[in-house]
């Protein structure tokens, strides 16, 4: 079974501030790993994801995140806070085995408030 | 432009009644999953359906029924046995080459 942890489900930073989103999982082999952002009463978007390559990824809207497999982790970070970053965001894991069904699990989700 | 369609955006149930929620998508893509969220929950799945005429039970499927009847289409039935259906829906695909999932915009469903 997998499972996927955020710490804070809620984050308030200043305009131009450093965002820090934290995720931690918890999987029985190397999974996939994904942040999604939504806006309200929208869809999910894709901001990255970990599949095996480089375990530093960057995403759309200068968003990255690290993998450290010794730490079960994938913190999302962005350097600069802007007022379109507020919205909430989902850490997510999936498993690698087709006939398991590649289900998506995610997390509890933190919303970011961004002051001006 | 390929996607997922979910309708209707808006849907008001009364106690008692089943509802049913459209997912349809152009992305060719095999699987499908319904997912319900509330608020401070995340994202839970209900039902996932990996090819036509097959479907599996989620973390949450009481209360619910689903049909995988074409590739494209993958509706989401909220009976009468749901005690607590109001919720934002969620319907997903998944391209396995990439694990790229894409997601619908949703349907609120709430109970008056």
């Known amino acids: 079974a997998q499972s996927v942890t955020q710490l804070g489900s809620h984050v308030s930073v200043s305009e131009g501030a450093l965002v820090l989103l934290r995720c931690n999982y918890s999987?029985?082999?190397?999974?996939?790993l994904f942040w999604y952002v939504q806006y309200p009463n929208q869809g999910l978007q894709l901001l990255l994801k970990?599949?095996?390559?480089?375990?530093l990824v960057k995403g759309i809207n200068g968003f990255e995140a690290e993998f450290k497999k010794s730490e079960t982790s994938f913190h999302l970070t962005k350097p600069s806070a802007h007022m379109s970053d507020a919205a909430e965001y989902f850490c997510?894991?999936?498993?690698?085995?087709?006939?398991?069904?590649?289900?998506?699990?995610f997390g509890g989700g933190t919303r970011v408030l961004v002051k001006p | 432009d390929g996607g997922i369609t979910q309708s209707p955006k808006y849907l008001f149930r009364k106690e008692g009644q089943n509802v049913t929620l459209s997912c349809e998508q152009n992305?060719?893509?095999?699987?499908m999953y319904w997912y319900r969220q509330d608020p401070g929950q995340g994202l839970r799945l209900i039902y996932y359906?990996?090819?036509?005429?097959?479907?599996q039970k989620g973390d949450i499927a009481e209360g619910y029924s689903v049909s995988r009847e074409k590739k494209e289409s993958f509706p989401l039935t909220v009976t009468s046995a749901q005690k607590n259906p109001t919720a934002f829906y969620l319907c997903?695909?998944?391209?396995?080459?990439?694990?790229?999932?894409?997601f619908g915009s949703g349907t609120r469903l709430t109970v008056v």
């Open positions: 992305l060719n893509h095999d699987a």
């Open positions: 997903a695909t998944v391209d396995r080459t990439n694990y790229g999932y894409t």
């Open positions: 997510a894991v999936s498993g690698r085995i087709k006939a398991a069904g590649n289900k998506l699990t």
């Open positions: 970990y599949t095996s390559a480089a375990t």
């Open positions: 359906s990996q090819i036509v005429n097959d479907f």
């Open positions: 999987s029985s082999v190397p999974p996939y």
